[in-house]
């Protein structure tokens, strides 16, 4: 299950206004299906972090424009969130702002790698691996996440 071509222009254009007004910014919108219940879910995002004060801010101007706007024949359940931390990388912005965080690469192929985003480049994503730069073309990539290291740092007797 997932929007249509004309479901998610509609929708965009609906919503990014209403979330730049609360100052955050659209990052995507799905629909899934989910143990039978089908979901609406609109990500929002912005450089200082999403909170959940944004969250309830966006929801609660959002489902009145969206009862209204009637964008599906079936009943769902709206769902805002952030993108959180193993938030997925899918605009060019995002790469140059998560330039020295560890990422999680998964190919077409469903191989997968891990390393420190080093940037985009000319279609490819650099990622340093174990010290060594590798190239991945962007376009062939089926997922590419932030994979946050989240292991105290312990000392080892």
Known sequence: ????????????????????????????????????????RVTVDKDAGVGV?????LSKRLSPLLEVEDPFSFAYTLEVS???????????????????????????????F???????EEGNILVDIDGTTNRFEWATMSKVNLSPDLQPNRKRQ
Not at 53 to 57: H, L, P, T
Not at 93 to 100: A, N, P, Q, T
């Open 53 to 57: 004060y944004d969250i309830q801010k």
């Open 114 to 120: 891990t390393g420190i985003l080093q940037g985009l």
């Open 1 to 40: 299950m997932s929007l249509s071509d004309e479901q998610n222009k509609f929708l965009t254009e609906a919503i990014t206004p209403l979330a730049e007004s609360l100052e955050l910014e659209l990052f995507k919108l799905e629909l899934v299906q989910e143990d039978g219940v089908k979901i609406f």
């Open 82 to 112: 952030s993108p959180g931390i193993f938030r997925e990388l899918l605009r060019t912005k995002d790469f140059e702002r998560f330039k020295g965080d560890r990422i999680r690469i998964k190919n077409s192929e469903d191989k997968s």
